[in-house]
């Protein structure tokens, strides 16, 4: 949702550049939560409407708006590609979203980031796309040649194209495939988008909390990026345990979702390119993996928990972003801070191999990457390499760990994680090829049934429930985020893994009732969780677990949801 945000923000800026002068295109953006940051533009003084009124395009805009399913029928829109996948699966308005699609430009970014499951959907999704006439742009710094022959590959099927095969390993690499030929287009990289980082391991956490130090006190700002909520919210009561007059940020995905947006947007402004020397110097920032892509923000010193290796390069992409003097005031020329450092946290490599090398260290990131025998090779090329030099390291880094030949490098003592992790992979993709619509079928008459998009699956992962935060006034519950909107409730709302937290408390059952009858959605597929203050900036609640057990609650604007320590943890 931050990506789509941000690149909202910048597309916003140049997207009437794509019309002749005059034209009025409609412009959204679309997410699950994109119609509370919707933003219509004032333009009515220079187009001779009253404020009471909106011209022709801001009405078709808020029209577009009203509701997901109608998005893809603007002229320009930037959302999830989640809104995409949903006009290739089994569900209802699925010809909508796909006649929306139809013969436009559909650029994917970051498409190195997806499972089994959703490339699989992917693959469709440009079959059909090609199919009915139109055109896609996949973008990736961090692409295995593996996927990019399995996206070309179906690019093509939709074509009615036999595939000649891939013959090029060069980067950046520019791959064309159209009704008439294919190309590959090595592509010269420019000496000024050439970046070389300095890899230090460390595989101590009081290393990483001395290495943060060191940096607040040259007055760096520093970025932790962590692989889970958990160890995100850990990280966070250390340091502000441990230094309390420095300021210090959390930023992850178990924000309620106005508190998401205020916090992306206060990290936009005291990191991005707009920021200067008083808004960045000494300040802390501990994340997940939210920060990690297409927002545009700039940190001097970075530290990164042990990832795939393509993570590990989008990481680094956040450090030394921009242009900047010693004291990080933005400049023209080259930049003044030194040489470009990051820190990877992880497991020792020294010593005999087990096979919780990496659980033992990360026991919560690792379900989030059950790769550990890649996470390995990861390890093992930045221990060699010392340094990340981009774009010239970056076609070996992700053969190094996933090429055809990746799996014979990997230790015995992970065979039987990388063969369990290997069969989910498969059994997703399997899922997916079940659940996707086929384009040679058609329609056919035993298509029934079909569900709401809320309760179709475009990620797998563990099931989760949408939680309503909610207070008391005057005995009264209201909104958690009372800001007296008509979206207060969905600014209200988090998601958080099912089995943590999937049924209402009966204590307040009849109050539960009464304000979800009220809701616009009358609060289907949500757990409404009434909070009580438990002390400064604390909130208190109660809701039961997959196993009906009593949870208990808390939520605070700093640091965000979270319950007793040992109970499950929903990762980013």
């Not at 009025?24 to 953006?29: E, M, T, V, W």
């Not at 022709?56 to 320009?76: C, P, T, V």
């Not at 209802?92 to 006649?99: E, G, T």
């Not at 194209?161 to 891939?166: D, K, R, S």
């Amino acid at each position: 949702m931050a990506t789509a945000n941000a690149m909202h923000e910048r597309i916003e800026e140049v997207y009437k550049k794509f019309y002749k002068g005059g034209e009025s295109p409609n412009y959204i953006l679309a997410h699950s939560a994109s119609r509370y940051r919707m933003k219509i533009e004032e333009e009515n003084n220079e187009r001779g409407y009253s404020k009471e009124e909106m011209n022709a395009s801001q009405e078709a805009g808020a029209w577009l708006y009203d509701n997901r399913k109608k998005a893809m029928l603007a002229h320009i829109g930037v959302g999830t590609i989640d809104q995409a996948l949903l006009s290739i699966l089994s569900a209802k308005h699925q010809s909508l979203r796909l006649l929306g699609l139809n013969r436009k430009v559909l650029i994917v970014d970051e498409v190195h980031a997806y499972d089994s499951y959703m490339n699989e959907l992917l693959c469709n999704l440009l079959k059909f796309h090609s199919a009915l006439g139109g055109s896609a742009i996949l973008l990736s710094a961090t692409l295995p040649q593996i996927l990019r022959k399995k996206f070309i590959e179906s690019f093509a099927e939709g074509l009615n194209l036999e595939f000649p095969g891939m013959s090029k390993t060069d980067y950046p690499l520019f791959t064309v495939v159209s009704g008439k030929d294919f190309n590959e287009i090595p592509v010269k990289s420019s000496d000024f988008f050439k970046k070389e980082v300095k890899i230090m391991p460390v595989d101590e956490e009081q290393k990483v909390l001395k290495l943060i130090e060191d940096a607040v006190k040259n007055n760096k700002c520093v970025c932790w990026v962590r692989n889970t909520v958990y160890d995100a919210i850990k990280g966070y009561k250390k340091i502000t345990e441990k230094y309390k007059e420095t300021p210090v940020i959390i930023f992850h995905s178990r924000f309620i979702l106005g508190d998401r947006l205020k916090i992306e947007n206060e990290v936009l402004r005291l990191f991005g390119q707009n920021s200067n020397a008083s808004d960045r110097a000494g300040k802390i920032v501990i994340a997940t993996q939210v920060v990690e892509q297409s927002l545009d923000i700039d940190f001097d010193y970075m530290i990164s928990d042990m990832a795939p290796i393509d993570l590990i390069i989008q990481r680094a992409g956040r450090l030394c972003r921009h242009k900047r003097d010693m004291d990080g005031n933005r400049i023209e020329n080259s930049d003044k801070r030194g040489f470009p450092e990051m820190a990877v946290y992880m497991p020792s490599l020294e010593g005999k191999k087990t096979d919780k090398w990496f659980s033992d260290v990360f026991p919560k990131a690792a379900y989030v990457y059950p790769h550990h025998g890649e996470l390995w090779l990861a390890a093992e090329w930045l221990l060699k390499n010392k340094k990340i030099i981009m774009p010239d390291d970056a076609r070996e880094m992700i053969e190094y760990v996933y090429g055809a030949k990746s799996e014979i490098k990997i230790p015995k003592v992970f065979e039987r994680i990388e063969n369990k992790a290997g069969g989910n992979d498969r059994a997703r993709a399997g899922q997916a090829h079940y659940q996707k619509l086929k384009f040679d079928e058609g329609y056919t008459a035993n298509m029934y049934n079909w569900p709401d998009e809320e309760q179709t699956v475009t990620r797998l992962g563990e099931p989760t429930t949408t939680i309503r935060l909610a207070k008391w006034e005057n005995n009264i519950l209201v909104p958690f985020f009372n800001q007296t909107n008509r979206n207060d409730w969905h600014l209200s709302q988090v998601s958080v893994y099912k089995y943590a937290v999937a049924y209402e408390d009966e204590q307040y059952r009849n109050d539960i009732d009464r304000v979800k009858s009220n809701m616009s959605d009358k609060g289907r597929y949500c757990v409404l969780i009434p909070l009580s203050e438990n002390g400064p900036g604390l909130w208190k609640g109660f809701a039961m677990n997959a196993e009906k057990e009593k949870v208990t609650i808390y939520y605070s604007h700093k640091i965000g949801l979270y319950w007793k320590e040992g109970d499950a943890d929903e990762s980013d």
